[in-house]
Every structure is written in structure tokens, then in C-alpha cells.
T-cell receptor, first 112, second 112 residues
Framework: AQTVTQSQPEMSVQEAETVTLSCTYD???????LFWYKQPPSRQMILVIR??????QNATENRFSVNFQKAAKSFSLKISDSQLGDAAMYFC?????????FGKGTSLLVTP | DAGVTQSPTHLIKTRGQHVTLRCSPI?????VSWYQQVLGQGPQFIFQ???????GRGNFPDRFSARQFPNYSSELNVNALLLGDSALYLC???????????FGPGTRLTVT
């Protein structure tokens, strides 16, 4: 079984600043994938970034990047140059097959 | 290209009733997954279907069932509704050989 833990229920960041959301996971699988999803008030889950466990290089998508520490089973999301539209719930997820296992989420508030 | 679509958007049912939720995947995607998201929690995996076959099932009672049609659309059925079934039900689609899942807007089910 896989478990995902997000220890920050809420985070706040000022517009144009950088924020890091934390995620730790536990899995007995050697091959797995990690994701960050964003869920705005509209409810639709949007894929932000993915990381293959076999890749050492950290994934980057525009203003979003991850810090993947495989030995520590840590997978944090960094949002640079934060924008008002980044305000949402952010979920970390792990899978090694068909089911995505999600954390409880971090609510990100962006202030002007 | 159209994303994952779900119907209905909202639904109100009474305890003991039955409900059917529908999902159409992204064109070309052959796998559909269902998740239940209770308020304040991350989504919980219910089922995944690929080529009309069940690939995996989460820890949900037999009151929950699903099927996939030849056009890859899917239905989630819940019998004998309980108050605890009130949740946002999310459908996600994916290619069969990738782990990325793309979500629809969800169906908000309220059981009274």
C-alpha cells in the first residue's frame, strides 16, 4: 500500500513570491510515479507536474518545479512568481499501477 | 479537444435510493477511473476500467459498481445510498500505458 502525507493544511504566499509545498510518501514499490494536482474552487483537478521515480532530474513545468528526494521519500512543489490564479488546493499523489493515492491536500492562499 | 466530461453536475438523492453517474473520457483514452472525494479530503480510488474490464478496485462496498462501454465511456452505480455517500465523484481518463490521469469536473452527490 502507498501512503501520501501533506503536513501543511494551509499555506500563504504574496503575489510574485515563491512558495514550497511539502509532501512525503511511503511505498514498497521500486517503480512509481509522483504527481502534483491543483484543485481550484471550480473543483476540476488539474495536473500540474509529474515525476518518474527512476529519473534523478527534478521535473519542471514553467513556474512549477519539484524537489524529489528519493531516499527521503520527499516530493515538494515549488511555485515561483506566484500569481492570484495559483490559489487552490494542491494535492500530492503517488501511483505504481492504476490507482492514484492522494494526500489530504494543502490550501494555498495568494495575497496581492 | 474536449476534456473529460461528467454528468450530471449536481444530484440530490434520498437514503436508500440508487444513483448512476456518467463519464466520457478524452478522445483516444481507453482507461477510466472513478474517485470519491469527501469534503476536506483527497480523492479516494474506487475503480479503474480498461477495455471494458475492471483493472482495479478500491476499498469500497459492493453497493458500488461500474462498467465501461465499447466507446470507452463509463457509468458508476451506487445502490442503497447512505448519508456517508455524499461526496464529489470524480472521473479520470488515461492512455493505457501511462500513469497520468486527467480529471473531469466531477458530480456533486448529496444524500439526504
Amino acid at each position: 500500500a502507498q501512503t501520501v502525507t501533506q503536513s501543511q493544511p494551509e499555506m500563504s504566499v504574496q503575489e510574485a513570491e515563491t512558495v514550497t509545498l511539502s509532501c512525503t510518501y511511503d511505498t514498497s514499490e521500486s517503480d512509481y510515479y509522483l504527481f502534483w494536482y491543483k484543485q481550484p474552487p471550480s473543483r476540476q483537478m488539474i495536473l500540474v507536474i509529474r515525476q518518474e521515480a527512476y529519473k534523478q532530474q527534478n521535473a519542471t513545468e514553467n513556474r512549477f518545479s519539484v524537489n524529489f528526494q528519493k531516499a527521503a521519500k520527499s516530493f515538494s512543489l515549488k511555485i515561483s512568481d506566484s500569481q492570484l490564479g495559483d490559489a487552490a488546493m494542491y494535492f500530492c499523489a503517488c501511483t505504481s499501477g492504476y490507482a492514484l493515492n492522494f494526500g489530504k491536500g494543502t490550501s494555498l492562499l495568494v495575497t496581492p | 479537444d474536449a476534456g473529460v466530461t461528467q454528468s450530471p453536475t449536481h444530484l440530490i438523492k434520498t437514503r436508500g435510493q440508487h444513483v448512476t453517474l456518467r463519464c466520457s473520457p478524452i478522445s483516444g483514452h481507453k482507461s477510466v477511473s472513478w474517485y470519491q472525494q469527501v469534503l476536506g479530503q483527497g480523492p479516494q480510488f474506487i475503480f479503474q476500467y480498461y477495455e471494458k474490464e475492471e483493472r482495479g478496485r478500491g476499498n469500497f462496498p459492493d453497493r458500488f459498481s461500474a462498467r465501461q462501454f465499447p466507446n470507452y465511456s463509463s457509468e458508476l452505480n451506487v445502490n442503497a445510498l447512505l448519508l456517508g455517500d455524499s461526496a464529489l465523484y470524480l472521473c479520470a481518463s488515461s492512455f493505457p500505458i501511462t500513469y497520468e490521469q486527467y480529471f473531469g469536473p466531477g458530480t456533486r452527490l448529496t444524500v439526504t
